[in-house]
């Protein structure tokens, strides 16, 4: 039984089902936004580690999915716009040497947070959510514009053709990391609590921030493209179900949905190259943090 809840049911809670992780979403929010009597304190309890001046930090890991986009790319001798573009995450299975080793921990999808209460359960935090974001290869999409002057076989003028996207045309992936650094303000609120050692919590938040991708692009017979930029800005809300022991560590299970707007993607070394798109996204996240007493 064991064996099976961690290989079957806690990856399909939290991961692999779309329609449980939004379900699981509307479960949290209505923790959050309504009073259930039978919990054993008051919606206004804060447990010591939520007062005023207390720090907390959190490292761990999301699966992501996206929504269908839109991507236009402009240079000196094309400009075209492929529609319903489809991409996924790209996890990695679980072993100790990438996830637990600090060496590679940035290999995963991970999710890194700090953040201070500013007062009572409430907090402002900066995180760091490195999603991976990879087209599919080999799909086939509809196509609107030009290409010029390329010296490959996709010259041409476009009216809304369907083209597949093979390698020899384009790659398109943000795999070492979407990276939407942002900026989060949100509510804890406390469901129960088991004596002194445990508190079961509800949060919900929002914040928005930037897009900082390193972009890994190939486009017809320009130079792939794998670097760092500042991309664009994005918009999230989050809820999530918090577990506490000993007012000092905890696990964390997030749900997080937002949307992503990137009108400055760089797609080569030509300055006169880019490429614009918008998505949105789901995250289902599990983290591990520490509350830090306050240092003031």
């Known amino acids: 039984m064991q064996r099976l809840w961690f290989t079957k049911i806690l990856p399909s809670l ?3 089902d779309k329609r449980k992780v939004v379900l699981f979403f509307v479960f ?3 923790l959050f936004f309504s009073g259930i009597p039978a919990f054993a304190e008051p919606w206004s309890y804060t447990p010591p580690q939520r007062k005023a001046g207390n720090l907390f930090a959190y490292w761990g890991w999301n699966r992501a999915v996206f929504t269908h986009s ?3 790319f402009s240079g000196e001798n094309y400009q075209f716009t492929l529609y319903k573009v489809k991409a996924a995450d790209i996890p990695i299975p679980f072993r100790p040497k990438p996830f637990l080793n600090p060496a590679t921990l940035t290999i995963p999808q991970y999710n890194f947070r700090v953040g201070i209460f500013i007062k009572d359960n409430w907090y402002l935090s900066f995180s760091d959510d490195h999603m991976k974001y990879k087209m599919n290869q080999d799909q086939t999409v509809k196509m609107k514009g030009y290409i010029d002057q390329s010296g490959t076989a996709y010259d041409g003028i476009y009216s809304g053709q369907q083209v597949q996207l093979t390698s020899n045309f384009l790659t398109f992936e943000h795999t070492n990391g979407l990276n939407y650094l942002n900026i989060s303000t949100g509510k804890y609120k406390t469901l129960y609590t088991l004596g002194k050692k445990w508190d ?4 919900g938040g929002g914040g928005m921030g930037i897009l900082y991708p390193k972009t890994n692009t190939q486009l017809l017979n320009y130079r792939r493209h794998d670097e ?3 991309a664009g800005m994005g918009v999230s809300s989050e809820a999530a179900i918090c577990v506490t022991w000993g ?4 696990v964390q299970s997030e749900i997080k949905t937002g ?5 400055d993607i760089q797609t080569t070394y030509g300055s006169a190259d880019r490429a614009r798109q918008q998505f949105g996204f789901l995250q289902g996240n599990v ?5 830090i007493p306050s240092p003031w």
Not at 247 to 250: L, S, T
Not at 259 to 263: A, D, H, L, R, S
Not at 287 to 291: K, L, R, T
């Open 14 to 16: 939290f991961f692999f």
């Open 28 to 30: 949290l929010l209505f």
């Open 70 to 72: 839109t991507i236009s």
């Open 200 to 203: 079961i919590s509800a949060m």
């Open 228 to 230: 760092f930029h500042i």
């Open 247 to 250: 007012n000092r560590v905890f």
């Open 259 to 263: 949307w992503i707007f990137m009108p």
């Open 287 to 291: 983290v591990f943090g520490v509350w």
